[in-house]
Nanobody, 129 residues
Framework: QVQLVESGGGLVQAGDSLRLSCAFSGRTFSTYAMGWFRQAPGKEREFVSAISWTGGITYYADSVKGRFVISRDNAKLTVYLQMNSLKPEDTAVYYC??????????????????????WGQGTQVTVSS
């Protein structure tokens, strides 16, 4: 069973930066692609970013492209989401998710919540104006 624990959320002002971390345990980290999703109050959970199991391919939602950077450290069993130039509309609970390696390419393979087998509990990010 995979366990995912997010950290790094908090309250910041518009324009600030935050780095989220997601610690992975329970299985072989390098065989899982990882994703970040977020959910604002009253809204559905939405895709933010994903990274392939090798770390060689990354995907971003249009709303965060150019501001957020996803990365992974397979030695530390951790995936990161560096969030820059934060906006009030980035306010949400951010979830880390793990997807077992599969033969699939393209953002559609990573952008759906149904593609992920394991989820963390989430970390709150609040951006004030």
């Amino acid at each position: 069973q995979v366990q995912l624990v997010e950290s790094g959320g908090g309250l910041v002002q518009a324009g600030d930066s935050l780095r989220l971390s997601c610690a992975f345990s329970g299985r072989t980290f390098s065989t899982y692609a990882m994703g970040w999703f977020r959910q604002a109050p009253g809204k559905e959970r939405e895709f933010v970013s994903a990274i392939s199991w090798t770390g060689g391919i990354t995907y971003y939602a249009d709303s965060v492209k150019g501001r957020f950077v996803i990365s992974r450290d397979n030695a530390k069993l951790t995936v990161y989401l560096q969030m820059n130039s934060l906006k009030p509309e980035d306010t949400a609970v951010y979830y880390c998710a793990a997807q077992i390696r599969r033969s699939c390419s393209g953002i559609a393979c990573y952008a759906q919540t149904t593609g992920y087998q394991f989820w963390g509990q989430g970390t709150q990010v609040t951006v004030s104006s």
